[in-house]
């Protein structure tokens, strides 16, 4: 590595987005046809995922997330045939707040995929989880919030991190 704080910067910059980048696309890749496609396909073409959700109807869904360092998660939902369903982006704004009060950590790990950190609230008794998002106007980087006390979701919240907070930033 560079002595230089720029340069090691620059590249982390550009190994992190190599390494995500093709998750980036995911959602949008045409190669992939719902009905059609089959889950050595998505292997094939995007390697193995973060982590393998067993289905209740016998089929599985694959975690593609970015996390700690991006801003995307997708879920690629396979039936017990290995055929392709479909593919969701869970950090849109929608589907974040499709996180309710009462939820549990499964639940929201199961919505909203890895999660960019963890941190544990002495005073409040609150684990707070967190995930880049996308800006909603452009911008600083946002984190989404996930907020559970007693192993439910409590409440949820955003937080804004200002420039000198990034990671790797001198």
């Known amino acids: 590595m560079s002595r230089h704080p720029s340069r090691r910067h620059a590249l982390l910059t550009l190994c ?9 696309q995911l959602g949008r890749d045409q190669r992939l046809l719902p009905g059609r496609s ?12 973060v982590r393998i959700w067993p289905e209740a109807d016998g089929g599985r869904t694959l975690e593609y997330s970015t996390q700690p360092f991006g801003r995307t998660c997708h879920l690629v939902r396979l039936d017990a045939a290995d055929r392709l369903l479909g593919i969701e982006e869970t950090l849109h704004y929608a589907s974040r707040f499709a996180i309710r009060p009462g939820m549990s950590y499964e639940q929201v790990s199961r919505r909203l995929g890895r999660e960019r950190s963890r941190m544990f609230f002495k ?14 106007q452009g911008g600083y980087l946002l984190r989404f919030n996930v907020h559970f006390k007693d192993g439910v979701v409590l409440r949820l919240s955003q937080s804004v991190v200002l420039p000198g907070r990034f990671p790797f930033e001198d």
Not at 16 to 24: M, Q, R, Y
Request: charged share 20%; with cysteine; net charge negative.
């Open 123 to 136: 005073l409040s008794g609150e684990d707070v989880w967190d995930w880049n998002v996308e800006p909603e």
């Open 16 to 24: 992190a987005g190599l390494v995500l980048g093709g998750c980036a």
């Open 38 to 49: 089959r889950g050595a396909e998505v292997l094939a073409l995007y390697g193995p995922p």
